[in-house]
């Protein structure tokens, strides 16, 4: 249960805020997250964190010396935009590269790798890192496809340090590499999560059963048993992760370990002593060497009950990084000693660039641009009136944030399209201008891919001309080209693919026929809802939902099915306002 918010949509701003404020004297605000107060030097290395708010302290909590120098904090639970994830890189780039480092969530991955693109054109050197240290999300054979949960830290530590020490970007890189290899994590949840707003938690465990595994936005986990005592959970916690020792360590027996017991939000910090007393024993029993353990609240859940733990699986190298002083809002270790040089260097983050002004469109396409508006409007009330559902259908094999996520995006979409119409703007920068507004403010997947989509459309249709079937059309299947480079899911795979692929055939089959835009829309969209129907028989392949395939198995996809309403909604303008 939260109890403090004020307007729901507004809550990760007004918490970042008061975050920045209570720790001026470490980090600043910047433009789509926050940096540490002090500049790196010049032509060093920096990392980039981020991810989803909701989950504090990740990760913004882990910004300052001795760890990330910026972190990208998106919407509660919701991946940061990639323009959010560049004007973080921008204000922290030193001129020595930047190491993206964050946990394997779809949403995050597209937006980076989105970010780690666009900044490459710039002349930036981006390497990423993908942690995957949660063992309940996929095989240890299959471990890239896992999570990341508290394992980001040591793997974070383990790249600022290394960068923070002037090595080169494929230095840090390897570094961070071989961190993320040796970490690994198991958690288990007593009691889901409710987001501020929510009159129900996200998803809800029996009295008396723990989940095994869980996800840290709820997405379901392994199996469910009957709640253990303290040192049950201590046990089994302990036995699933000595079952996955790296392979690099010869001889568990001796090797040295740094060790997380990490709190997901509503766990008492007594209870987590509790269970750290017992496996501290079990680990000395198995004569594990540990080096400086963290008992803390590291990366929550909201105000999910439940715990992880994390085995950090040293080498003399990252026990210098584990070990290293750090100095942030949430993580403090020893004495930062070297920081004469930083004093007096602090820094004024710079604001992102200026929006460029909107250049009129012709007569005829801004009558157009007038219809997409509208457009946009009847799919704003047609997500509004379905956005609980859709957060439900998220929910089952997702994290539930869907319909939240999709209102929030279409109506930075439509405030865009308002300003962008009043400037005069033709239906192409219409839809670009909503398309950059709707992945910024929105993020998570859908977000950017629904971002990429607009942009795609609008650039195929200009300023110049009233859209027909044939230009609606081609700027359909550019978008979904666009969507399949950036998402790499295929037809089947059970995502919004799978209505964008048939929508985009049927709508080119019509304009080939010389159908109006109007018939050829009703016609396809009508393909289109069948379409999300028939995801319900689908397995998930790709995405959030993919490590959960048979509980999705007999529900359709959220983000077909939003797609759907929208191309619905849409069509019934459009039947209003073009032949
Ligand atoms: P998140 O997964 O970040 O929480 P949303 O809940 O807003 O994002 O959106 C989930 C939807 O995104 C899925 O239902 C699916 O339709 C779509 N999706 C996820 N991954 C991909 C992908 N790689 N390509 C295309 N669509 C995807
Ligand atoms: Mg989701």
């Keep these: 249960m939260t109890y403090l918010f004020n307007n729901p949509a507004n809550f990760a701003d007004e918490l970042i805020e008061g975050f920045v404020a209570a720790h001026r004297h470490q980090i600043q605000r910047v433009d789509g997250g926050v ?35 910026g972190a990208a ?34 949403g995050d991955v597209l937006n980076f790798n989105l970010a780690q693109e666009r900044l490459r054109v710039q002349g930036i050197d981006v390497r990423t890192i993908v942690v995957t240290d949660d063992l309940a999300s996929a095989s ?23 960068a923070d020490a002037g090595k080169s970007l494929d230095e840090v890189f390897r570094i961070a590499t071989e961190a993320n290899e040796r970490v690994c994590s198991l958690g288990v949840a007593f009691s889901g999560c409710t987001l501020p707003g929510a009159n129900k938690p996200l998803f809800e465990v029996m009295n008396g059963k723990m989940e095994v595994g869980m996800g840290i936005h709820g997405e379901p986990g392994l199996y469910r048993i009957d709640s253990l005592t303290a040192d049950g959970v201590a046990e089994m916690l302990v ?34 002593f509790v269970v750290y007393r017992k496996i501290e024993q079990l680990l000395s029993a198995r004569g594990l060497i540990i080096v400086e353990p963290v008992v803390d609240e590291l990366i929550t859940s909201f105000d999910m009950a439940g715990i992880s ?59 157009a641009a007038k219809i997409v508006l509208s457009a946009f409007e009847a799919a704003v009330d047609a997500i509004n009136a379905q956005q609980e559902y859709l957060g439900r259908l998220d929910a089952i094999a997702g994290d539930g944030d869907h319909g939240f996520g999709m209102l929030r995006g279409l109506s930075a979409a439509v405030d865009a399209a308002k300003a962008a119409l009043n400037a005069q703007a ?54 979904l080209q666009a969507v399949i480079d950036l998402g790499k899911a295929q037809p089947g795979d059970k995502t919004l693919v ?82």
């Excluded at 904090?73 to 964050?102: E, K, R, T, W």
């Excluded at 299959?142 to 600022?160: N, Q, S």
């Excluded at 040295?256 to 007594?270: Q, S, T, W």
């Design 498 to 579: 799978d209505v964008l692929y048939p929508f985009s055939t049927a709508l080119n089959d019509g304009a080939a026929k010389g159908l109006s835009l109007a018939e050829a829309w009703t016609a396809a969209a009508e393909i289109a809802g069948q379409s999300a129907e028939a995801t319900k028989n689908l397995i998930p392949k790709i995405g959030r939902a993919r490590p959960h395939a048979d509980k999705s198995i007999g529900h359709s996809d959220p983000g077909a099915v939003s797609m759907a309403m929208i191309i619905d909604a849409a069509g019934r303008i459009i039947r209003k306002h073009c032949d």
């Design 426 to 479: 033709g239906a192409g920068t219409l839809l670009m201008v909503a398309g950059d507004a709707w992945s910024n403010r929105a993020g998570g997947t859908s977000g950017m891919l629904w971002g990429v989509i607009l942009r795609n459309l609008g650039n195929a249709l200009g300023d110049d001309a009233r859209p027909n079937s044939a230009t609606v059309a081609a700027g359909v299947a550019s978008a």
């Design 239 to 272: 036995d699933k992760l000595l079952s996955e020792v790296p392979q690099a360590v010869s001889d568990v027996s001796g090797a040295r370990v740094g060790v997380i017991l990490n709190g997901l939000g509503a766990v008492k910090y007594e209870e987590l």
């Design 140 to 162: 240890v054979i299959e471990k890239h496809k896992r999570r990341g949960i508290a394992g980001t830290l040591p793997v974070f530590k383990a790249a600022a340090i290394a």
């Design 35 to 69: 940096m540490r107060r002090q500049r790196a030097i010049t032509g060093q290395v920096v990392v980039v964190i981020g991810g989803g708010s909701g989950h504090y302290p990740a990760f913004g909590g882990f910004v300052g010396l001795g760890l990330a120098h």
């Design 309 to 367: 733990l994390t085995l950090f699986w040293l080498n003399e190298e990252l026990e210098q990084t584990w070990i290293a002083a750090a100095d942030t809002p949430a993580f403090h270790r020893g004495v930062i000693a070297d920081i004469a040089h930083l004093i007096g260097n602090d820094i004024e983050a710079k604001s992102a660039a200026e929006k460029l002004p909107v250049k009129p469109g012709a007569a005829d396409s801004q009558a």
């Design 73 to 106: 904090m998106g919407n509660i639970f919701a991946a940061p935009s990639a323009q959010q994830i560049c004007h973080v890189a921008q204000a922290v780039d030193a001129g020595g590269g930047i190491l993206f480092c964050y946990g394997n969530y779809a």
